[in-house]
């Protein structure tokens, strides 16, 4: 009866809509069970209506640190406001598309997160170690430099 209804151009072209995989004998079949991404690139989300652009001023996590939904990527600076840019999904950071002081536009490419990486970057490793040696150099007092000499003319 369905081939009553629709005429021969509109099957044929339905037919060439579907991949060819998903037609078989005659009929399409879909799939109820979502895709599961690996890689996903993040977009700089929109920050209101009338700004288009920002500012890196901070990455939160190094590529190869692994992030759960939420967690804050990297912090985008406009002239009236400081986003924070969360993940909205588990994985690996795998790529930045930008750096500290870059300006972003709305909708370009921020990151790329993996779900199926392995983190090869532990969140502990992001703090710097050269600050504890600085540290210890300010609190340990410096010898106090010796007094110089004073030194008469001699006489002629």
Known sequence: MASKILPQALRAASRRALPAHQYVGGRSFVSITSPVFEKKVVQVPSMGDS???????????????AVKDGDVVALVETDKVTVDIKADMDGV???QFGAVDDT?????????????????????DSSPAPAKTEEKEASSPSPAPAPAK???PEPE
């Open 104 to 124: 972003v536009e709305v909708g370009s490419n921020l990151y790329e997160l993996d779900t199926d990486a392995e983190a090869t970057v532990q969140a502990s």
């Open 150 to 152: 004073a030194t008469s």
């Open 51 to 65: 700004i288009t652009e920002g500012t890196i001023v901070e990455w939160t996590v190094q590529v190869g640190q």
């Open 93 to 95: 950071i795998t790529q």
